[in-house]
Structure formats: structure tokens, C-alpha cells
């Protein structure tokens, strides 16, 4: 049986202000929902103190990233251990932000993988590729090289705590989503990947990510291969985002 999982990515958004109200709100909504779906926050690094004090329940909380070392001389970095101290449960790794913008390699995602697999947390690991590799025919190439890359140093014992989000580059952000179909295929063939890659395939957790929303998240998450979703945009308004944990339907779980 797969986890489905509803994550909210807030990105570098979102305030004290936001943590209260709008944490408050879904944890409350949350207790409601009868689907089975496990809600997580994934706030800023500064607010995720503040974001654990309200959670609880069926909410859980996560980081955005962690260095990839254990603790030491590195200013300005955050361990995967101090994550777990606070209270967190989840972290990404690997989101396209991170790859494109701070130069993360799929060495450094997989040292990042192995450092939070370690520490317990469950690794919300990103792949997805851009516009120019979907037109030129090599979309599911380069994902299934992203999955095996970040997978390399992952010991038999945590693969209950890898979760892995599908997110086309194209679709994050721009308001373009990923037909339904199109996202199935896609995680169908990161099921193969898995699969080769030694890992329990048909348990592990697949999200899509790229502009989910309210009016969408239904189609998507009714789709076989797909157990939940990574909302950035979607996710700072709590209606919205409730409505997406609400949309996953009952048992889909296999
Ligand atoms: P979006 O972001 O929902 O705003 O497209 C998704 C993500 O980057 O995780």
C-alpha cells in the first residue's frame, strides 16, 4: 500500500503571520478529511519552527533543503539531523529551483538523499525535465537518469522513506500542467525505473508537481501511478490547498 501525500512547497514565501493562520486552518481541515491523504508544510527554514507548533495531527512538516553534511564549518547550511530535532518529517531534495538556480548536481542530490535517509526523514526527491529536453524527445530519459542518479546510495532498509515528485520544469509556476495522461506515463515509467534500480517499485510514492490546482488536482490524482502532489502557488492559500488534499480520492492507494 502507497502513502499518498499532499505537500505544500512555499518556496521563499509566506511570514510568521502566514504560519499561524494558515497553518491553524489546514491542520484543522485536515483532521476532517476521511481519504486518507498525509498533509505536509513545507515552509521556509526560518519558519518551520513556527509551522511545527501548529501542526500535528495528520499535518506533518518538511524542509526545502538540507546541506549534505552532518554538522561542522559550514555557514549558512542546515543538517538534516537539526531538521529532525525540529520536528520535521519530510525534506525535498533535488527540487528543479535548487538544480537550476544553485548549480545542485545529481552527485549532490544523492549525497543530500543518503545524509536524510540517515537522519530518518522521508526524502521528497524532485526530477523533471525542461521544455527543450520534453520537445526534443528525451523526457523520459532524463528523468529515469535523474531517479537512478539521486537513488545510487539508498541501502535496502530506507526505501519505505523515499518519495519521489514528478516535476515537468515547464509546468512549475507558469500555470501549464501536465495533462493527466501525460503525467501517468510519465510516473508509469519512473515505476520502471525504480524497478531497475532495485528498489520495491510498486511501493513507493509518486507526486506530480507543476501548477496543481483545486479545479485540476482531481484528474491527476486519479490516475493509477499517481499518489499525490507537490503544490508551490497553491499551497499559500489555505481553500485552495484543502481543496487539493480534498480532491484525492478515497483508497486510491494500491
Ligand atoms: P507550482 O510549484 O505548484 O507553483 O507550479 C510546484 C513546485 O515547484 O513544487
Not at 519521489?164 to 500555470?175: C, D, K
Not at 531497475?196 to 517499485?201: D, L, T, V
Amino acid at each position: 500500500m502507497r502513502r499518498k501525500i499532499v505537500a505544500g512547497n512555499w518556496k521563499m514565501n509566506g511570514s510568521k503571520d502566514l504560519a499561524k493562520e494558515l497553518v491553524g486552518c489546514v491542520r484543522s481541515e485536515a483532521e476532517a478529511l476521511d481519504n486518507g491523504v498525509e498533509v505536509v508544510i513545507i515552509p521556509p527554514l526560518i519558519y518551520v519552527a513556527d509551522v511545527v507548533e501548529q501542526a500535528g495531527g495528520k499535518l506533518a512538516v518538511g524542509v526545502q533543503n538540507v546541506g549534505q553534511w552532518s554538522s561542522g564549518a559550514y555557514t549558512g547550511e542546515v543538517s538534516a539531523d537539526m531538521a529532525k530535532d525540529q520536528g520535521c518529517e519530510y525534506a525535498l531534495v533535488g527540487h528543479s529551483e535548487r538544480r537550476q538556480l544553485f548549480g545542485e548536481s545529481d552527485e549532490l542530490v544523492a549525497a543530500k538523499v543518503e545524509r536524510l535517509l540517515a537522519s530518518g526523514l522521508t526524502a521528497i526527491v524532485c526530477v523533471g525535465e525542461t521544455l527543450e529536453e520534453r520537445e526534443a524527445g528525451r523526457a523520459e530519459a532524463v528523468v529515469a537518469s535523474q531517479v537512478k542518479a539521486a537513488l545510487t546510495k539508498v541501502a535496502a532498509e530506507h526505501w519505505g522513506q523515499v518519495v519521489i515528485a514528478y516535476e515537468p520544469v515547464w509546468a512549475i509556476g507558469t500555470g501549464k500542467t501536465a495533462t493527466a495522461e501525460d503525467a501517468q506515463a510519465m510516473h508509469a515509467a519512473i515505476r520502471v525505473t525504480l524497478a531497475e534500480a532495485g528498489a520495491p517499485a510498486e511501493s513507493i510514492s509518486l507526486l506530480y508537481g507543476g501548477s496543481v490546482k483545486a479545479d485540476n488536482a482531481a484528474a491527476l490524482f486519479a490516475e493509477p501511478d499517481i499518489d499525490g502532489g507537490l503544490i508551490g502557488g497553491a499551497s499559500l492559500k489555505s481553500e485552495d490547498f484543502i481543496s487539493i488534499c480534498r480532491a484525492m480520492p478515497a483508497g486510491a492507494e494500491s
